[in-house]
């Protein structure tokens, strides 16, 4: 009962991040890692960067993009893997890894947007 | 509790039941047919969602560090393998969101005085969402 409990938690995680970054990430990752290094458009100065991410709401909007996003992340490959290359001895390991490494990156965009400013 | 389900009755009288027999599945059956192939590429989307984490962390950590440190990420940034990869991670993030959308109207089924919305009305919303969305994450690291 436990066990399926927490699928419904995961499942939760996993379709929040997939709405969030649905409609967040294709935006950043164009500007920051495209547009902006091949000078299609002229990247924001740093102290503009500074000055966005010490408002209190950008923080909490990066905060829960992150969470979110790897929660997702963490659940769509578990499942992949298991689907894609029958690996169900390895389950137990794939489980921690996959959430292991989501719960430690939120915790690192936790202690960066905490102490950025 | 519910009704015992007849099948859970019948299983109680075949002490030793065989094992079903299952035609075992190649490793490779994702390759077999090309929904199957799409599937698998929009599982894989995911790690595409990841790794943009990965970067807006490495964004973060050099915008704490200082301006040298930015000016550094944004040099990393500019090499060619990464842009090849950011290439690579802008088409499966589009390709995330669009397959995400279209999910909607079969996740969602609207109906509207006893009829189902026809699929492109319940998913259009979301397009306009992120359209919008998108605009103002734009307008607000481009001002």
């Known amino acids: 009962m436990a066990r399926q409990s927490n699928e419904a938690f995961f499942w939760v995680m996993f379709s929040a991040g997939g709405v969030v970054a649905a409609l967040l990430i294709p935006v950043q990752l164009f500007l920051f890692a495209i547009a902006f290094p091949l000078g299609w458009l002229p990247a924001p100065s740093y102290e503009h960067l500074m000055a966005l991410v010490r408002l209190p709401l950008v923080r909490i909007y990066l905060f829960v993009l992150c969470c979110l996003s790897l929660f997702h992340w963490a659940h769509r490959f578990r499942y992949t893997l298991y689907d894609g290359l029958q690996v169900k001895h390895l389950n137990e390991i794939i489980f921690t890894?996959?959430?292991?490494?989501?719960?430690?990156?939120?915790?690192v965009a936790a202690y960066l947007l905490w102490t950025i400013a | 509790m519910g009704a015992v389900k007849p099948e859970t009755i019948r299983v109680e009288y075949a002490e030793f039941h065989p094992r079903w027999y299952r035609p075992p599945v190649s490793v490779y059956w994702w390759l077999k047919q090309r929904q199957y192939l799409t599937f698998i590429l929009r599982e894989l989307s995911s790690v595409f969602v990841a790794l943009f984490v990965v970067m807006t962390l490495f964004q973060l950590w050099a915008l704490k560090k200082g301006p040298e440190a930015y000016a550094q990420f944004q040099q990393w940034l500019q090499s060619p393998l990464v842009i090849a990869l950011s290439i690579i991670g802008l088409f499966f993030v589009?390709?995330?969101?669009i397959t995400w959308f279209n999910l909607t109207p079969s996740a969602m089924p609207v109906r509207l005085g006893g009829k189902r919305l026809?699929?492109?009305?319940?998913?259009?919303?979301s397009y306009v969402a992120w359209a919008v969305v998108s605009a103002i994450v734009a307008w607000l690291v481009l001002r």
Request: glycine share 14%.
């Open chain 2, 118 to 125: 026809p699929a492109f009305l319940v998913a259009a919303p």
């Open chain 1, 97 to 107: 890894l996959c959430y292991g490494g989501a719960v430690i990156g939120t915790m």
């Open chain 2, 94 to 97: 589009v390709f995330h969101s």
